[in-house]
Structure formats: C-alpha cells, structure tokens
C-alpha cells in the first residue's frame, strides 16, 4: 500500500478546531480542490445526530471536503467508499487484517468494538451539491468509557489497546488519504457495483439476525445485503424490508 501523499489532494494540519467538519464548511468556499483537515484537537466534535464524539489527543479526527459532481444520493455512497478507506489504513498500519470489520452504514469495528466512525455533510441549492464533507474519527490510542455510549451500542475500543500498535494521526492520515484516493478512482470509473462487493466481503454481522432503529422504528431480521443505493436490506417474519437510515445493534 503506498505511503505517498495523494496527487491531487489537499492537506492541513491544525493544532486545534471546534470541529474539522466546521472548519471544512468553512473554508470550502476558498478551495479549488478536495482537502483533508487533520486537527490534533477538536473543542466541539459530533458524531452522528448530533452526538458529542469524544476526542482524545493521540486519536484521528479529520474530515475529506470535496466537490462531488454526482446527484445527491450517489455522493452519500461514499461513506462506503471512506469505510473502505479506513479498513485498508487500520490494515496497514496495524500488520494485520483479522479482527477489522465494516458495520453498517459508517462505523469499522475491531474485535467486535467500535473503532472508527464516518459523519457525511454535505452543502447545496437548488438541488445540486455545493461540497461534500466526509468526517472521520478513529480512536488510535485511546477510546471511551463503555457509559459514553448508547445503551446497547458496541463497546468503544483503540487500535493501541487491541493490536499493539502505535501510530501518530498524521501518519494514519497518510495511509487514509492515500487509499481513499485509489477508491475515489475506483467509484467515479466503475459506479458502486465494486464498492459494494469489496464492502460486503468486509461487513460485520452478514447473514446473522441484527436490530436496524430509526427514532419511530425497530426492525430486526436477517442481514441479508446492502443494495445498490447503499440501502440495508433485511430478511424479516414481513418479508424483505429495505431501510436507509438507522442505527443497528447487534
């Protein structure tokens, strides 16, 4: 896996931000191309919802903002695409690959904890996409208490703690970058077709009974497959049931 700075993308490093997500709201205005922000320290990060995401210094918070062309639906898939990303990049920098696995629809899990999370946001008018940003946190050395998390989530867990293996946020961000451009080339030359393959051999939970809740609805049913709009598809007592948005639980 290369190593190299992407061609073609941007990078900054700050010490510290409300939010890389803000910051890349920001200044998207002012930028000509795709940007990665890194900051060491964030005073106001979220997760999805709403959530506070707590940062610790040492773990990755960053955000990807980009200029997608694709009408809105197709750009959220690249939350697949990021996930994608982030498995080769744990992957490499950790030496192994067993343990990694894609939960749906943005989270990597390692020995069946969280490890990273993937927030999209995007900005538009008049149905077209102004910027796309992709947040991204991984927790490289340190995670959260169990009792940050919602009740019944899978437990947080650092890629020190469970691997051994130490590694800097901006090194990380290196192999990041560096495969979520191979991936970007992938989705914009072949469509989502191979993307959802590739994120299928690595899903968590496949085939098995898992719990999809929105804020009105809970579903359970087999984990059948995602389709090709990113959507989890359920084998339920009701039959198939496809499902766009939710939280799962295992």
Same mark, same amino acid.
């Given at each position: 896996?290369?190593?190299?700075?992407?061609?073609?993308?941007?990078?900054?490093? @700050?010490?510290? =931000?409300?939010?890389?997500? /803000? *910051?890349?709201?920001?200044? $998207?205005?002012? @930028?000509?191309?795709?940007?990665?922000?890194?900051?060491?320290?964030?005073?106001? $990060?979220?997760?999805?919802?709403?959530?506070?995401?707590?940062?610790?210094?040492?773990?990755?918070?960053?955000?990807?903002?980009?200029?997608?062309?694709?009408?809105?639906?197709?750009?959220?898939?690249?939350?697949?695409?990021?996930?994608?990303?982030?498995?080769?990049?744990?992957?490499?920098?950790?030496?192994?690959?067993?343990?990694?696995? @894609?939960?749906?629809? /943005?989270?990597?899990?390692?020995?069946?904890?969280?490890?990273?999370?993937?927030?999209?946001?995007?900005?538009?008018?008049?149905?077209?996409?102004?910027?796309?940003?992709?947040?991204?946190?991984? /927790? @490289?050395?340190?995670?959260?208490?169990?009792? +940050?998390? *919602?009740?019944? +989530?899978?437990?947080?867990?650092?890629? %020190?703690?469970?691997?051994?293996?130490?590694?800097?946020?901006?090194?990380?961000?290196?192999?990041?970058?560096?495969?979520?451009?191979?991936?970007?080339?992938?989705?914009?030359?072949?469509?989502?077709?191979?993307?959802?393959?590739?994120? %299928?051999?690595?899903?968590?939970?496949?085939? *098995?009974?898992?719990? $999809?809740?929105?804020?009105?609805?809970?579903?359970?049913?087999?984990?059948?497959?995602?389709?090709?709009?990113?959507? %989890?598809?359920?084998?339920? +007592?009701?039959?198939? =049931?496809?499902?766009?948005?939710?939280?799962?639980?295992?």
């Amino acid at each position: 896996m290369s190593t190299d700075w992407p061609d073609g993308y941007g990078k900054r490093v @700050l010490a510290e =931000v409300d939010s890389t997500l /803000n *910051e890349a709201a920001r200044i $998207a205005p002012t @930028l000509s191309g795709p940007e990665w922000i890194l900051a060491h320290r964030q005073t106001a $990060a979220r997760g999805r919802r709403g959530r506070r995401w707590t940062n610790t210094s040492g773990n990755l918070a960053a955000t990807l903002v980009m200029f997608p062309k694709d009408p809105a639906a197709t750009a959220a898939l690249r939350s697949f695409v990021t996930a994608l990303a982030l498995f080769d990049a744990c992957v490499a920098v950790s030496g192994r690959s067993d343990g990694f696995a @894609l939960k749906w629809p /943005n989270d990597v899990l390692l020995n069946g904890g969280k490890l990273a999370g993937i927030l999209l946001e995007s900005a538009g008018q008049a149905g077209s996409m102004i910027h796309l940003s992709i947040g991204v946190g991984v /927790n @490289l050395i340190d995670a959260p208490a169990g009792d +940050a998390v *919602e009740a019944g +989530a899978v437990r947080p867990v650092s890629l %020190l703690s469970e691997t051994g293996a130490q590694v800097d946020p901006e090194t990380f961000l290196t192999h990041l970058a560096a495969a979520y451009a191979r991936y970007e080339t992938q989705f914009t030359t072949y469509g989502f077709a191979p993307i959802r393959a590739a994120w %299928l051999a690595r899903a968590a939970r496949l085939g *098995e009974v898992i719990t $999809a809740r929105t804020v009105t609805t809970e579903t359970t049913g087999t984990f059948e497959t995602v389709d090709g709009q990113g959507s %989890l598809v359920l084998n339920t +007592a009701r039959g198939r =049931v496809g499902i766009a948005a939710a939280d799962v639980f295992f």
